[in-house]
């Protein structure tokens, strides 16, 4: 019998990431919680530390998904309960703005919201109007130097005057329309030209008014040669920590909403070759201890109609494709399922070895918050017989009697904790 994915009206008003995780705990197969949409490779500026510099093109113009698909992904996307959506990635989303701005207008009529990943250069008024006047959430946007000098050293010439021009604009545009949305955010990679100047953004964040938007850091990939001279040194890198506590602590004296203890706890977690141990102790079901949660709510969509787990996800010989087959296909696939079998098993993929800082530690941050959701949701749930002979039913069809019993232990386990905890409160 094919697995099947419930459907939006089952969907609680409530939902959420750790709702979506304590549902295939419970063995149900729910559909992803947050799609990333990477509608195109091309990119109209040569970043210094692009992935573009060391390799070609995977795909060119005329094998992306057409504009009709793209508004049939987000029709499929709503009825599987899918709440958000990224879109942007790998190149510049509005090189394809024609088919853009009405998949985004498409999400916002289908209840669903959203990030746009952007290096911000080609949105005309026009464009951030509509964004402004269908109430998209946030705006994600590549900034690398806090001053023209720092930013176009990294990225690319005139590139920094573009972006801060366009923020200012969307910024009076929400202003005369009396909205905060959408947010504005900035993301910028940590290189030997800016890592000393992280104060600089916050300052930046200021200036342009942006909050509740925030400032986020991420850790400098090599792709090639090329993305040698930007990386920190020995001493940097022992120095980079300092600076970011002490930017974190300017940001809040200045009252600026600041991501960077995200990047923070990658830093304390350790260096990027060694990614993968970092995870935490797999399981044989979705728990707070699995290894990595991603293929359980998200899933990614490349320029090609390609779709895997996350953001370093690329198997062109395996992977299924969108175009193909429809989302719920796909999501329930044999590449998506084989993904979840070998992370719960402790046998991720080759490119989880390229999985960020920053992702490990919002990984392990998910797993403290699932770790107390659980004990929540257990300990709310109501202990009927008719529940556990359900329950018991469909982990013997699914792990066994071997597993089963285990996983009854540890539930009854957690049940217990959770009760000793809510009555000393």
Not at 64 to 88: F, P, T, Y
Not at 93 to 115: D, K, Y
Not at 338 to 361: D, V
Request: proline fraction near 4%; charge should be negative; charged fraction near 25%.
């Amino acid at each position: 019998m094919p697995l099947q994915v419930q459907s939006r009206e089952d969907v609680v008003a409530e939902d959420s990431k750790l709702e979506r995780l304590m549902r295939w705990h419970r063995g149900e197969t729910p559909g992803p919680w947050q799609i990333s949409f990477y509608p195109t490779y091309r990119c109209n500026i040569r970043c210094k530390i692009c992935w573009k510099q060391a390799f070609e093109e995977p795909i060119d113009r005329a094998e992306e998904i057409g504009s009709e698909r793209m508004m049939k992904l987000v029709d499929e996307a709503a009825d599987l309960g899918v709440r958000e959506w990224i879109i942007g990635g790998g190149g510049e989303l509005m090189l394809r703005s024609t088919a853009i701005m009405p998949m985004l207008e498409r999400i916002r009529e289908r209840g669903m919201n959203g990030i746009v990943q952007t290096n911000f250069t080609r949105f005309t008024e026009a464009q951030l109007e509509r964004l402004v006047d269908m109430g998209w959430y946030s705006l994600n946007i590549s900034l690398d130097g806090p001053t023209e000098a720092i930013n176009d050293a990294i990225r690319d010439k005139n590139d920094y005057a573009r972006v801060v021009a366009n923020i200012r604009k969307i910024q009076e545009i929400k202003k005369a329309r009396g909205s905060e949305l959408p947010l504005i955010n900035i993301t910028s990679v940590v290189t030997n030209l800016n890592y000393n100047h992280l104060k600089g953004f916050i300052d930046l964040s200021r200036e342009f008014a942006m909050s509740p938007g925030y400032l986020t850091l991420v850790d400098l990939i090599i792709f090639g040669e090329n993305d040698k001279q930007f990386m920190l040194s020995d001493a940097q890198r022992a120095e980079l920590p300092g600076l970011v506590r002490e930017a974190i602590a300017y940001a809040e004296e200045q009252q600026v909403a600041c991501g960077y203890v995200n990047f923070l706890g990658g830093l304390e977690k350790g260096e990027k070759a060694d990614a993968l141990d970092l995870f935490s102790t797999p399981e044989d079901t979705v728990s707070p201890k699995s290894m990595c949660f991603e293929p359980f709510y998200h899933m990614v969509i490349l320029p090609d109609g390609l779709s895997g787990p996350c953001c370093t996800f690329y198997d062109a010989e395996n992977a299924n494709s969108v175009w193909s087959l429809g989302l719920k296909e796909v999501w329930l696939g044999p590449y998506m399922q084989e993904s979840r079998r070998k992370l719960l098993q402790g046998t991720p993929m080759e490119y989880c070895k390229e999985c960020m800082l920053t992702r490990i530690a919002a990984n392990q941050h998910l797993q403290n918050e699932f770790a107390d959701f659980a004990e929540r949701a257990v300990a709310e749930e109501p202990l009927a017989i008719g529940n556990l002979v359900g329950r018991a039913a469909r982990s013997l069809g699914k792990h066994g009697v071997a597993g089963t019993i285990k996983r009854g232990r540890e539930w009854l386990d957690i049940r217990s904790r959770a009760k000793k905890e809510t009555a000393a409160r």
